[in-house]
């Protein structure tokens, strides 16, 4: 089993993203997100689930413009 991320913040940092930009990708409101990012354990495994495959996406794209 991988382990869970949790730092959700310093990825969608990383990639350059606002919290609106992310909250998009998971289909969620800028607020819904930001309570995420403050207590992770409250959001559900199946939007967790989505923002790993987003964030794992754009990191890939952003290697590929590398």
Same mark, same amino acid.
């Given at each position: 089993m &991988? +382990?869970?991320n949790k +730092?959700?913040?310093t @990825? #969608? @940092?990383a990639l350059n993203l &606002?919290?609106?930009d !992310? !909250?998009?990708l998971i289909d969620v &409101? #800028?607020?819904t997100y930001s309570k995420y990012e403050d207590d992770p354990d409250t959001m559900p495994i199946g939007?967790? +689930?989505?923002l790993m #495959? +987003?964030?794992a996406r754009l990191r890939k794209l952003k290697e590929q413009e590398q």
């Open positions: &991988s +382990e869970i +730092e959700f913040r @990825e #969608r @940092e &606002s919290q609106q !992310a !909250a998009v &409101s #800028r607020v939007k967790y +689930e989505q #495959r +987003e964030f």
